[in-house]
């Protein structure tokens, strides 16, 4: 009984993790605006990409694995 509740509140976490990445995902995006590639969040502009050091898909991902573990 015991190790079906674990392996229960394991698949829910593991759940809740996958669908908050999904929604960070959603939330970060990256958009063209006056002719430069802007981070935005949930649809505002942020900043240009040009301000953030290194690859910004990588940066971007980094973001959303960041918002994802603070908003489990």
Known sequence: MLESIKQWLAERKEHQTKRMLRHAK???QLKEYMGKIWLTYNGGLVCPSDMISGDI??????????YAARNE
Do not use: D, K, S, W
């Not at 898909?57 to 960041?66: G, P, Q, S, T, V």
């Open 57 to 66: 898909i990588e940066r971007l991902n980094e973001m959303r694995c960041m």
């Open 26 to 28: 959603e939330v970060f």
